[in-house]
């Protein structure tokens, strides 16, 4: 059973930055991806950030690129999101979710077959 742990949530002001940490145990990097979404009161939860295949590669929300970025660690069970520039419709809760791959190495995330708790973050004006 994989478990995800996010940290770092919290309030920062217009154009400050926060990193999220999302800790995964029971964890095979070899079999499932992660990412992050996002969820405000009345509208639904959405990717923003999520490694797509076996590869590695990251895709990105239009609404995030250029001011969200995501690093694992080399074993492949940490996944952090660098988020700058932030701005008040940012405020979310951000959850971490993982996926598992494909037969061809792929994700897909519909829906994402874990999630962690969540941790919230708010940007003020």
């Known amino acids: 059973q994989v478990q995800l742990v996010e940290s770092g949530g919290g309030s920062v002001q217009a154009g400050g930055s926060l990193r999220l940490s999302c800790a995964a145990s029971g964890y095979d990097p070899s079999r499932y991806c992660m990412g992050w979404f996002r969820q405000v009161p009345g509208k639904e939860r959405e990717g923003i950030a999520t490694i797509y295949d076996r590869d590695g590669t990251m895709v990105y929300h239009d609404i995030v690129k250029g001011r969200f970025t995501l690093s694992k660690d080399t074993a492949g069970n940490t996944l952090d999101l660098q988020m700058n520039s932030l701005k008040p419709e940012d405020t979310a809760m951000y959850y971490c979710?993982?996926?598992?791959?494909?037969?061809?190495?792929?994700?897909?995330?519909?829906?994402?077959?874990?999630w962690g708790q969540g941790t919230q973050v708010t940007v003020s004006s």
């Open positions: 979710a993982a996926d598992l791959m494909t037969p061809n190495g792929y994700c897909h995330y519909v829906p994402p077959r874990f």
